[in-house]
């Protein structure tokens, strides 16, 4: 009986905010930090000479200090009433601060970061401590009419941190990096309480002092946070095994101007609309996720690797469908196509290198020794019968290496005249084919049409029983506004997957730049749904304005 | 590229209302169809007369047509304006027609039924062919002041359809049987839409002449509904390998009074909040669902049974644990406690025979051979490895045989003076003992004081990584007003439950007997998020008064 007591789990807190290992923070005109930034090699800058014809030279990008930025417009008056409630080390006015804020990692925002002029940025960033500050600051800003911009790793690619001030002349960045603790492990129910400010990397380390791992790994989990995971829907590389961050979301607390909802009392229920999924993607449009209430496992035992190659992307589909409808998924399942496996962009270490032939998967299997045999044997069966012939381990752990540097290499290529930007999209198996040519030929004839010849690979990173995703990466040539070139083609895009049949988004989620596509996935009157439960909970309209909806 | 083609996809019906097998009707004051009404053995007499002191011979039961009945409030304008929407044959005021959807079948639904006097029913039965016809007839409604209660099987336990007319004079129960129908089977990505009128069995049928299952198999299957389904938030039997309903819902369309939404565009999306977790659990208070497109899988090659013994329910339920968290789930995983497995209450064809010792595991594997294999295999070495003992397929087999019987059994009981009903509720796998014992204890304490101590057995059905539910099933002798009897108890039993943790309900839904937990399900504000979707989608208040919220 000793296993299944309550009394196992801990109450207390792991980690005050002081004693969460530091969170890196990016640095304000790129991705990441200073030591992941890496030049193009002499490979890559021969591809781009013969394909788009630039010489891969980069220009230099402006100091910090020297940006001007858009003067705060925080009033004294509303300073100290910020100050009143989380104390004056935690409002900062600050330039660098400031400056961090000023918006994602969309290439359109690093373009605009990189262009001569001032910066916009939000008037001031705030450090609440906890849920009760982050209510007190909300309940404040409602009053008084301050826009809020919750903000975790600040990695969102489709604008979801930008500072859209819509009515208000006041915004503020609510920084919820203090929220950094664990706490409530049950080890037995494989469950844990995670503050919404911790970042990928913090949340591992804190649970894995436990034997515990989240299992959540998208390529910005370096950076990213609890918060900004669940708030916008993240997917991590390992959602085949572990599911995507929303499948884990046991229980959320949310801070909202009319006070907090606390949703989600059992692994499951059927006691009415489940309210998790209204917040579940909210991206700060409808309250603050302050803390989430997650799945957990013990470390894995075992990881087993197992690359693929197929002769096409049409075979190899059909064997991760055939795979995950068997109910024999791997941990990790993914499929480049022809283009990015030639290119051998899923190992990042060795692009332009010798590639594998047709298409590239990558499987991998974690858990207890006896099931990573049962299953990759099964998983084995199913993709050899698919047509697929095993590669061995050593592509497989060639990705796992690499997996979190892409956004780091479009700097470089974005530094180099090369306009390179992602987006992504989910389907039914049967229609995965008929949208995936639909967005090549939108995104090619778009940018082709501008004069600019583009390069468009793809591949599948989530599956499921009944479809998956599809992930495009593009490259062509910038013309000399690369803002407006990338518009188009984005436009193009949008409504082409829209047109087809895709969701606008499979795990970017919404922001400033899918708005657009939003009546099309729910209609006009889900709209209104979602205005009417913004009204309730925010009737000043603060919460994230010019975001979602 | 064949099999990942749009063009598989079926988009003509697979049935027109006609040509959907028929589906049976239950009887108006107990479970069922009268073929499947048995009267008790004499090895349960037996066991009533030495444990409860009642003879279990049977009273009576009033001949249908003997039955007074509320007279209709319809008034001739508003059966000429229903009319107009569906036409003449469609609207029916007949004795018959309302007396069956004149409630759901709880204990006190039954009890309420038996009982002298006059039944409440509906006004009218109204019969929509399709959608369309659904929204007018909720325009129509909203306009006039008619209350409408969407009626599916009539299988709701917690009051669901009972004819609970708020500040309404007029109510309707909306049949939605004739959207009786399968299209868009599209077996390459393992889906299909249903309309909301089918049966369990029918859409088994219909499905199955493709080839495929739903697997969806909860103890109402015979007569529950693909609407009831998804507006209670349903779970089958099978939910370990196939998920609950809610799992399984790929698309929503739903009639409101203020027009249509059509919600899910991908098997995931990140494009906000999920409404599709508004409408599913909503209970016809939010809208009308008329149509699902739900996940399907071929029929299963192979089923393997293997049935199990634990020493006690705390070695069982760590059992059960260990092989979902390790990922070896079976199709079909329960476990019946000391009290149910020494009964023999899990195999109804033996009840009070030769009983398992400990408690009695049944598990399932479903799917193509390899899989049942493989999957059977690392279950069994997870099982005995935590203390299983294997006995067999015959147990488990001959739980399958008798699952859907013990409703039956619970209308012999009341008619032989016992009191019979169940419970359900869920937790975290490290609150299970806890909670089983203080629902076991609410029950017996409550039951005990009124000098009727009762029997109270318990099974673990629905399993999940973090936790699992538990189902109750109470036995005592009837008092003289044994609505009061049971209304002390299961007050006794919801209040526990929430105290310690639980959800109130895992998958029999809210209705009217749980509403009044709902506030320490969602909060307060959880409540006002829920009337403002509802205010903004019926702001009549016509949908399902005095259910859900």
Not at 93 to 119: C, E, F, M, N, Y
Not at 387 to 415: I, N
Request: with cysteine; charged share 20%; hydrophobic share 45%.
């Amino acid at each position: 009986m000793v296993d299944t007591q309550r009394a196992e789990a801990q109450s207390q807190p792991l980690a005050n905010p002081g004693d969460a290992p530091e969170a890196a923070s990016m640095v304000w005109d790129a991705w990441g930090i200073p030591a992941g930034q890496q030049p193009l090699s002499a490979q890559i800058r021969g591809l781009l000479a013969q394909v788009f014809g630039v010489s891969g030279d980069p220009v230099a990008r402006r100091d910090e200090g020297d940006v001007p930025l858009r003067e705060s417009a925080l009033t004294p008056a509303q300073r100290d009433g910020l100050v009143a409630v989380v104390g004056a080390a935690d409002v900062s006015v600050d330039h660098h601060d400031r400056l961090l804020r000023a918006g994602g990692k969309s290439t359109p925002d690093l373009l605009r970061r990189r262009a001569d002029g001032p910066q916009d940025a939000p008037d001031a960033v705030v450090f609440p401590a906890d849920h009760e500050q982050v209510l007190a600051v909300l309940e404040y800003c409602a009053t008084h009419e301050i826009a809020v911009v919750p903000f975790g790793g600040g990695t969102s690619v489709v604008g979801g941190v930008d500072p859209v001030r819509g009515r208000f002349a006041t915004l503020i960045a609510l920084d919820l990096r203090r929220l950094a603790w664990v706490r409530d492990v049950d080890p037995v129910s494989g469950t844990a309480t995670l503050g919404a400010g911790l970042t990928g990397p913090q949340a591992e380390e804190l649970l894995g002092a436990q034997g515990l791992s989240l299992g959540h790994f998208p390529q910005s989990f370096e950076f990213a946070s609890i918060g900004g995971f669940a708030a916008t829907r993240s997917s991590g590389q390992a959602s085949a095994g572990y599911g995507r961050f929303d499948d884990m979301v046991q229980r959320l607390k949310v801070a909202t101007p009319m006070g907090t909802l606390e949703l989600g009392r059992a692994p499951a229920s059927a006691a009415g609309p489940d309210l998790r999924e209204l917040f579940v993607g909210s991206e700060g449009a409808l309250g603050v996720i302050t803390e989430v209430t997650l799945r957990v496992h013990p470390k894995p035992e075992t990881v087993a690797y197992q690359a693929w190659s197929f002769p096409d992307f049409a075979t190899g589909a059909a064997a991760l469908r055939a795979v995950v409808q068997a109910g024999a998924a791997p941990t990790v399942l993914r499929l480049s196509d022809e283009a990015e496996t030639g290119l051998n962009l899923a190992r990042s270490g060795d692009i332009g290198g010798d590639a594998v032939t047709g298409c590239l998967a990558v499987t991998t299997f974690e858990g207890a020794e006896a099931h990573v045999v049962a299953r990759s044997a099964e998983a084995h069966a199913v993709l050899t019968a698919a047509g697929g012939t095993a590669l061995g381990a050593k592509p497989a752990q060639e990705w796992e290496h690499g997996r979190f540097k892409a956004p780091y290499m479009r700097d470089a290529l974005l530094d180099a005249g090369v306009l390179c930007e992602t987006l992504e999209t989910a389907t039914a198996w049967s229609n995965l084919a008929a949208l995936k040519a639909k967005v090549t030929a939108a995104l090619t004839d778009s940018l082709s049409a501008q004069g600019t010849p583009a390069l468009v690979m793809c591949h599948i990173s989530h599956t499921y029983p009944t479809g998956a995703s599809l992930y495009f990466t593009v490259v062509a040539k910038q013309l000399s506004d690369p803002l407006a070139q990338w518009s188009i083609a984005k436009q193009a895009a949008g409504d082409a997957i829209m047109a087809a049949g895709g969701t606008i988004t499979h795990h970017h989620a919404v922001g400033t730049d899918h708005r657009q596509w939003i009546p099309g996935e729910v209609g006009e009157l889900g709209v209104r749904v979602l205005r009417a439960v913004k009204k309730e909970l925010d009737p000043a309209g603060i919460l994230n304005p010019g975001k979602l909806i």
